[in-house]
């Protein structure tokens, strides 16, 4: 079972101690956390990108990445995990089905991965792809 004993800084990453025994410790960073929650909502039919804000778009540019996470922010405190997700859907899905699909898809795949218990899964649409294709 998942619990947190330290948290530590490193380069400026959380990374939490998930369990410590005779054997050695488990630790987790929160850019992990987010990048699994910002994989498992991209697997979402649906969901058509991940958008950043203005501060991960900034990151990028002078050279520090937040990788497949763009778009995603956790918060874990103890084993409890908020994640925040600022997605794009598909033109022609339903919003409101589409973010609870994400909502369980990425609550199921933190959990089943770290043992973290996720208290909430924040969902905001910053847009629709209207992409119209010229297949004809």
Request: charged content about 25%; cysteine-free; hydrophobic content about 40%.
């Amino acid at each position: 079972m998942a619990s947190k004993k330290e948290v530590s800084e490193d380069r400026n990453t959380k990374i939490h101690t998930l369990d410590s025994t005779n054997t050695g410790e488990v630790k987790i960073a929160d850019d992990v956390v987010a990048a699994i929650a910002a994989i498992a909502a991209g697997e979402v039919e649906g969901v058509s990108a991940m958008t950043g804000n203005i501060g991960d778009k900034l990151m990028n540019t002078v050279g520090i990445r937040n990788g497949a996470a763009s778009g995603v922010r956790v918060d874990v405190a103890g084993n409890m995990v908020r994640a925040d997700i600022s997605l794009v859907i598909k033109y022609g899905h339903n919003v409101m089905e589409t973010s609870k699909k994400v909502q369980d898809k990425v609550k199921n795949s933190i959990e089943t991965m770290t043992g973290l218990n996720v208290t909430d899964v924040n969902i905001r649409v910053t847009g629709v792809n209207s992409e119209i294709r010229n297949d004809r």
